[in-house]
């Protein structure tokens, strides 16, 4: 089935730099890629839509300055969370649909297994 | 999307079958219902989705009401690594869009 990888799983910085994780599809290409945001107990929240080869679309209350999104390739999304502080310390999740399903599992997601960032 | 009703948590004692339900009164008549489970400190993992037919594969049953104003995600068997929260979600088909989750349901597998 289709697999979704994130890396790095869990990164630990200090606060102010800039941390980038990446989203590979590594069996299916992927026109979309999701990325959410999960605190502690709580659900998970979408952060943006990433589309190859254009501009991300943010949710509303995300700062696309501070959560710079790449999408350049078709197996590839990075977020970089740019001058990080303690409170952007959070599991950041990504996910993808095969562009080449037709069926009927064209809208079934797959899910990375996550990056834990703790921001010191 | 509909909006989707699931109870906060619920116990069931391994090997036994677990019944999960989700109320989900105001579903239109394209949106398809989809299972996803969140174990512990990983991305969610694809269950099972339905339309109006009951629905089997190797991890689950799910069995929407004829008024699909509700459904049940059956685990036959439930062994503890099925511990995790379990989410219901109503989306319609045809297009590339996000997943919406709500609070889910915490599915405690006791030994």
């Known amino acids: 089935g289709a697999v979704v990888s994130q890396h790095p799983s869990w990164v630990i910085c200090k606060s102010g730099t800039s941390v980038k994780i990446e989203c590979r599809s590594l069996?299916?290409?992927?026109?979309?890629m999701f990325w959410y945001r999960q605190f502690p107990k709580q659900s998970l929240m979408l952060m943006a839509t990433?589309?190859?080869?254009?501009?991300?679309?943010?949710e509303q209350g995300v700062e696309k300055d501070k959560f710079l999104i790449n999408h350049a390739s078709l197996t590839l999304s990075t977020l970089t969370v740019t001058s990080a502080h303690p409170e952007d310390s959070s599991f950041y999740i990504c996910s993808a649909r095969d562009s080449g399903d037709r069926g009927l599992g064209a809208n079934v997601l797959t899910f990375g297994a996550g990056s834990r960032l703790t921001v010191l | 999307d509909a909006k989707t009703t699931q109870p906060p948590s619920m116990d069931c004692a391994e090997g036994r079958a677990a019944n999960l339900p989700c109320n989900h009164s105001t579903i239109s008549g394209n949106e398809y219902v989809y299972w996803y489970r969140q174990i512990h400190s990983q991305g969610p993992q694809y269950i099972i989705h339905?339309?109006?037919n009951n629905e089997t594969n190797e991890m689950a049953s799910l069995i929407i009401t004829e008024d699909r104003k509700s459904s049940t995600l059956i685990l036959p068997h439930a062994t503890l690594r099925d511990t995790a929260v379990y989410y219901c979600?109503?989306?319609?088909?045809?297009?590339?869009?996000?997943?919406?989750f709500g609070s889910g349901t915490q599915l405690t597998v006791l030994p």
């Open positions: 339905g339309l109006k």
């Open positions: 990433s589309n190859e080869g254009s501009k991300a679309t943010y």
């Open positions: 069996d299916f290409q992927a026109t979309t």
């Open positions: 979600i109503v989306r319609g088909s045809g297009s590339a869009r996000q997943l919406t």
